[in-house]
């Protein structure tokens, strides 16, 4: 079955940067589009960034310039390097793939940015 394993999040100080990790299993890791979405307290879960099998990205307009999504096929993992960190950036972090009709979503991983 898919399951994903993130880490990576926790506090930090506006400005600072954190990486984020999310190492999956289940399904050909390499041929999937994988995403990270965020939801922040009382509001909708949102797209963060997602990255092709191609290795093509896109990402949300707040967090252009900032954030930047990679993976690594050879370890089924796919990373979100956060820089410049706001304060409105605090949330839970998810990764997300579609796969064999289905939706997977990780546990999701906390990030606080606060001083």
């Known amino acids: 079955q898919v399951q994903f394993v993130e880490s990576g999040g926790g506090l930090v100080q506006p400005g600072g940067s954190l990486r984020l990790s999310c190492a999956s299993s289940g399904f050909t890791f390499s041929r999937n589009t994988m995403s990270w979405y965020r939801q922040a307290p009382g509001k909708e879960r949102e797209l963060v960034a997602f990255?092709?099998?191609?290795?093509?990205?896109v990402y949300a307009d707040s967090v252009k310039g900032r954030f930047t999504i990679s993976r690594d096929n050879a370890k089924n993992t796919v990373y979100l390097q956060m820089n410049s960190l706001k304060p409105e950036d605090t949330a839970v972090y998810y990764c997300?793939?579609?796969?064999?009709?289905?939706?997977?979503w990780g546990q999701g991983t906390q990030v606080t940015v606060s001083s």
């Open positions: 997300y793939t579609y796969a064999a009709r289905e939706d997977y």
């Open positions: 990255i092709r099998s191609t290795g093509g990205t």
